[in-house]
């Protein structure tokens, strides 16, 4: 493939690196193609619901979707009755430079829609081998389309199983639980507390790993030390204990069990819709032993077993693509989407109480323009309420719903049905 095929795209901030590489692109090569040129952060997750005015009002100029191989996907959205003209989908494969601060774009499809319902409809299948990043960019004639694009959808089928198991990777030093409960009994827990909540999809088994046995790595983790996420090591997440051992790198959720999260009242963590059964980046979610208290890093609260496996059960959801049923400070900062106020799914309430008290406040207040690519799915996080919000809370309508951004005295429900059958399609979509 010739270089005229690739640009540059995104990241005005790189100004100087952008105009080096702008020259080199050819553009008689590139007749037709109209690249997006947008600094794109918006990512798109497929089967994800919630409002994403954010992608609608940036789908022509270029949003990120995420993609996995030998997936069906089905985008669309209003035809916009004010402006004529049939606007062609371009899809860009992109690719991140060395040190990941641009992005290049290939373009690998031309498409035309299908009108339904006043909807232009594209379907497409993903032919990758691995997963991928795409982007979009709507055209007529050459040109950006001018319309409005509202209401955008984004379905995804898989050609995967709906089977998968868990791996419980212990790194560190532990202690019992609150409640006195050691590894082994802990895995158990986790795995019955799968089967019976996550109903759509089949837990095949657990597996317990210990960091300090890893064939490579072991000696970096060794078990008498406490190992604090965020502090111990740049990689918060610990994604080089992903996928081990090798014969079960695709069949395995890697759940990393750390003493502590260095973050204030934080007991889990998960990037939204990771789609990696396979090992590498966006391959773990993370729980925590203990938790740090509010007052910072030198008091912490031993965890009961209860606690952290609902937490890995709710990060886990994130794990799979499913939002907090309420959005969250931290939330706005990682979507860059004030519409984004709840998940979208029709069977789950929200709490307005909520929204309205700026609860689950954050160190990252305000949406913030990236110094770099932002990968799919950025941080979210389990928190503990802050006793002076408590009886708000309790009173939200969706407080017992796993997806609640944190922690309740009261019984979890579980998931709803619409969340459920989301899981079971991402679950299908992640190869493994
Ligand atoms: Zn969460």
Redesign the pocket.
């Known amino acids: 493939m010739s270089l005229s095929e690739y640009k540059k795209i995104g990241l005005g901030l790189l100004a100087m690196l952008l105009a080096a590489c702008t020259d080199s692109v050819n553009v008689a090569d590139t007749e037709n193609t109209v690249f997006p040129d947008n600094q794109y952060y918006f990512s798109y997750a497929p089967n994800d619901m919630a409002a994403n005015d954010s992608i609608s009002a940036n789908l022509a100029h270029g949003v990120k979707l995420s993609v996995h191989p030998n997936a069906s996907y089905e985008l669309s959205f209003k035809k916009d009755p004010l402006v004529s003209g049939v606007p062609e989908l371009q899809l860009f494969h992109l690719y991140l430079n060395s040190d990941s601060t641009a992005y290049y774009g290939k373009k690998i499809r031309s498409l035309q829609p299908k009108e339904i319902d006043g909807r232009f409809v594209y379907t497409f299948t993903c032919e990758e081998k691995d997963n991928a990043e795409w982007a979009t960019s709507l055209s007529v004639d050459g040109a950006f389309y001018k319309g409005r694009t509202d209401s955008v959808r984004w379905i995804g089928s898989g050609a995967y199983s709906d089977h998968f198991s868990l791996n419980l990777v212990v790194v560190g030093k532990h202690t019992l639980t609150s409640d006195s409960v050691g590894v082994e009994e802990l895995a158990q827990k986790t795995l019955q507390a799968f089967r019976k909540y996550y109903t759509s999809v089949h837990i095949d088994t657990i597996y317990i790993r210990y960091a300090d046995q890893h064939p490579k790595l072991g000696s970096k983790y060794p078990a008498n030390e406490p190992w604090l996420a965020g502090r111990s090591s740049s990689d918060m997440f610990l994604y080089e204990l992903g996928g081990w051992p090798e014969d079960h790198v695709r069949e395995a959720l890697d759940i990393v069990y750390v003493y502590r999260i260095e973050r204030e009242l934080t007991i889990?963590y998960?990037s939204l819709f990771s789609g990696n059964l396979g090992g590498g980046a966006l391959s773990t979610v993370l729980v925590g032993n203990y938790v740090m208290s509010a007052e910072g890093s030198k008091k912490e609260r031993l965890l009961s077993s209860d606690e952290i496996v609902e937490t890995i059960l709710?990060?886990t959801?994130?794990f799979f693509g499913l939002r907090?049923t309420t959005s969250t400070m931290n939330d706005f900062s990682v979507s860059h989407d004030l519409s984004i106020i709840e998940d979208g799914l029709e069977d789950t309430p929200y709490c307005v109480e909520l929204l309205r008290r700026r609860l689950l406040k954050s160190s990252v207040m305000e949406p913030s323009v990236p110094q770099r690519p932002v990968m799919p799915g950025e941080f979210?996080?389990?928190v503990f309420w802050d006793a002076s919000d408590a009886q708000a809370i309790a009173e939200c309508p969706d407080a017992r719903n796993f997806?609640f951004?944190a922690t309740m005295d009261e019984s979890f429900e579980g998931f709803s049905e619409q969340q459920l059958e989301l899981i079971r399609r991402n679950l299908m979509i992640f190869p493994h």
């Open positions: 889990g998960a709710h990060e959801g994130h907090h979210y996080e389990r997806m951004p």
